[in-house]
């Protein structure tokens, strides 16, 4: 009977992973905000008050010029959100945010309102990993959020297998590594390890707000305020923790995996 | 318990200014903890604050029966004292810890080594205990795991495949949390709140924010303590399907997997519908929510809600189902009824060990004063009574969920605090998915935070799953780790 019922269960659920990419990208909650928007020209002139209410001093303004916002370390609470007064910092309800270059993070300039998306790896690599990757994770400090929604993307809605993407045991089957939390102090022996484990050519991804830059906990001496630390790292993902389609949108844009649409 | 002199009562979510918190010396403290251990209370903190060049410790104590928390202190000190671990086992992490932060040093603790103290680019593990033997091997462990999870060092002395001794090395995760509170509230603070186990986010911000309005004399308006519970409840049901999922791939059984790791991500995503992340980051604030749950959302919520739970309740049924998956759980990584008391287990791994222990029955606060569900126990100890224990919260959490979802109490969500209370403490308790989360705070004659302890539920339980492996064959580690599923970073700090 068991297996009877076994099989009628699973005819009963049917396919249940999202069309994504190939359809629409699954809608993000509606209170998500995603990507955030700083339009520095509509900046008041002395007006520092999204720099109070900051929890991770992502944002700066220089003595003459619109407010910096880094959303590297931005934990994406939208406190600054709500507190400007003219609207210089806005919402997209926009998921992608992955970007290749640290500096990408940085919004506020004019023609640098929004982050610049990242761009796909060079033909070299992109022949060598575009149609299989191999990543090992390393959790370094993380607190298992950034953890839990990347293993999301293992499962039967996301099946990032069919992508040809897939986290390994071993860092000698690894294309690259996948970085999750500020880097402690305590994981540093263990992640340069892992890292020299590793054999080239090899890529490394950080993930959330800790890895990019240390997160809720920038500045403690305990840790090393994000993996570039210790390690080049080739794609930032920001977010507290990214949404599972932030990751995968950056693993996929990383792979030139994306129809030049999105 | 009412013959205690020697520690004052407080209800959970509490404050007690500090005159009022008697004082002994430390040997003193020491005899009288142990007497209300012995007597049943469990100890739910143990830690030193600095007095000039000296320290205190302080005690906190829960007598579960009473429905009531005590607290006692000893005089400042320097140097040795006479370990509550001699006694009482369940001090033991406490005592380290004690010893590591401020160099007091607990005399005649039988395993005195540090617990995060970092040295060269990881922590100190020390000497690990070892069994001797020519049959005997050593089997290391991580920290980097064969997985997407966070890091830890496992040292199993063994014969065969037959684990005699499992020791458990953390640190990893050190992000100096406590430390970083001194002074505070700081602009930071409720996010790193929001991230010492990111996975109880909602459970260890309800603490921190339960706290600050203890101290304040205050508390959150009735419609935010609904909110809040609620969110506690998505919280444990999404945790609670992932690990039965977990356990299910552990014993390779498929459909189970497959189905709860999906189930999962809708109960995150209620919890995201409420305040737009999957974790419940920045719904709740000191003085209450900052999102509301409004009548259309709330419709939504509960229309959601309930085919997620004919889901989960149907993959459920086909893991009991399955003699396979039986034949896998029962009887492996047993710890017994006596031993979880001794130790001091608490939550799942104590409810699946017979112990009736429940923050939201015990010592309710919050909206768990006006509604509350039955304590789901089961008896064996084993991986089977982990799931079990896990199966029956997830039923028990969904009724939860449709009745108070159709009675909200009306109101604001948030509140202005008045500032903390000077030279204070308060106490906060709540039964976060896994156990137990335990925040005391002490302020300074400004009312800021003069020491803060955070205690997770995992910092009880580690011991918990080495007892379990203890005769296990090495092959069953990753099905006995997953039945505990214990936060690294919650007990790194």
């Not at chain 1, 928007?37 to 220089?62: F, H, L, W, Y």
């Not at chain 1, 996929?252 to 649409?261: A, D, I, P, V």
Request: with cysteine; hydrophobic share 40%.
């Amino acid at each position: 009977m068991f297996t009877i019922d076994t099989i009628r269960h699973r005819l009963q659920r049917g396919c249940q992973t999202m069309s994504y990419p190939d359809g629409p990208a699954p809608a993000l909650p509606d209170r998500h905000g995603g990507a955030l928007r700083v339009d520095g020209s509509k900046c008041a002139e002395g007006c520092s008050t999204c720099m109070q209410v900051c929890p991770t001093r992502a944002i700066t303004r220089p003595p003459i010029g619109p407010v910096a916002l880094d959303l590297g370390k931005c934990i994406f609470c939208a406190a600054c959100v709500e507190i400007c007064p003219t609207k210089a910092i806005t919402q997209t309800a926009d998921h992608r945010m992955a970007v290749c270059r640290r500096e990408d993070l940085v919004l506020g300039q004019p023609g640098a309102e929004e982050l610049r998306l990242a761009v796909a790896l060079d033909d070299k690599l992109r022949k060598l990993f575009g149609r299989s990757l191999r990543l090992r994770q390393v959790s370094a400090g993380g607190c298992n959020a950034c953890e839990a929604d990347t293993n999301v993307l293992g499962t039967i809605g996301w099946d990032l297998g069919r992508f040809g993407i897939q986290f390994v045991a071993s860092p000698r089957h690894a294309d690259g590594l996948f970085i999750t939390g500020p880097v402690s102090r305590n994981m540093e022996v263990a992640l340069k390890k892992t890292y020299d484990a590793v054999p080239a050519p090899k890529i490394v991804i950080a993930t959330g707000a800790c890895a990019i830059a240390g997160g809720p906990f920038i500045g403690h001496p305990q840790i090393n305020d994000g993996a570039s630390a210790l390690v080049p790292v080739d794609m930032f993902i920001p977010g507290c923790p990214p949404h599972p389609l932030t990751i995968l949108d950056g693993l996929l844009r990383l792979l030139g995996r994306l129809k030049q649409r999105t | 318990m009412s013959a205690s002199t020697s520690f004052a009562l407080l209800a959970n979510a509490t404050c007690l200014s500090m005159s009022d918190v008697p004082e002994w010396p430390v040997p003193d403290l020491v005899r009288a903890t142990g007497v209300e251990l012995d007597r049943g209370a469990r100890l739910c903190a143990w830690f030193g604050v600095p007095e000039g060049n000296d320290v205190r410790l302080v005690a906190v104590i829960a007598f579960d029966a009473d429905n009531t928390l005590a607290v006692a202190r000893s005089t400042p000190f320097r140097g040795e004292y006479p370990a509550l671990t001699a006694t009482h086992s369940q001090a033991h992490l406490f005592e380290r810890e004690v010893w590591e932060q401020h160099g007091l040093k607990p005399a005649g603790h039988p395993w005195l080594k540090p617990v995060r103290r970092g040295s060269g680019g990881a922590p100190v593990n020390g000497e690990f205990f070892r069994v001797d033997g020519r049959e005997i091997h050593e089997v290391a462990v991580g920290p980097v795991h064969a997985g997407v999870i966070e890091p830890g060092h496992f040292r199993f002395q063994c014969n065969g495949e037959e684990v005699l001794h499992l020791e458990i090395a953390l640190g990893y995760q050190h992000r100096g949390i406590e430390g970083a509170l001194i002074g505070g509230p700081h602009l930071a603070t409720m996010s790193q709140m929001e991230t010492i186990a990111g996975d109880t986010t909602i459970g260890h911000a309800t603490a921190y924010a339960t706290v600050l309005e203890a101290l304040a004399g205050s508390e959150a308006p009735l419609r935010a303590q609904w909110l809040r519970a609620l969110a506690l409840e998505l919280e444990r049901l999404a945790n609670h399907t992932g690990d039965l999922g977990a356990l299910a791939g552990d014993v390779a059984f498929l459909p189970t997997a497959a189905a709860c790791g999906k189930i999962r991500g809708d109960f995150l995503n209620l919890t995201a519908l409420i305040c737009g992340n999957r974790f419940g980051r920045g719904l709740v604030r000191p003085g209450g929510c900052r999102q509301d749950l409004e009548p259309a959302r709330a419709s939504a919520l509960l229309e959601k809600l309930r085919p997620s739970l004919k889901d989960v309740d149907e993959a459920i049924a086909w893991l009991w189902d399955a003699n396979s998956v039986r034949s896998r759980f029962e009887g492996t990584g047993t710890v017994f009824t006596e031993q979880a008391n001794t130790i001091g287990l608490v939550g799942v791994a104590a409810r699946a060990s017979a112990l009736v222990r429940d923050v939201r029955f015990d010592h309710p606060a919050g909206w768990h004063r006006f509604a509350q569900s039955p304590v789901a126990v089961w008896p064996g100890g084993d991986v089977s009574a982990r799931a079990k224990v896990r199966c029956l919260e997830i039923q028990r959490s969904g009724t939860f969920l449709e009745e108070q979802l159709a009675t909200p109490p009306e109101g604001d969500i948030r509140t202005n605090l008045p500032a903390p209370n000077p030279d204070s403490l308060a106490v906060a308790l709540v039964e976060g998915w896994r156990g137990e989360i335990c925040h005391v705070a002490l302020t300074d004659a400004t009312g800021c935070f003069r020491c803060y302890k955070i205690t997770d539920p995992s910092f009880h339980n580690w011991t918990g799953l080495a007892l379990a492996l203890r005769g296990q064959a090495i092959s069953d580690f990753p099905l006995c780790n997953k039945s505990f599923n214990l936060s690294y970073c919650g007990f790194d700090l």
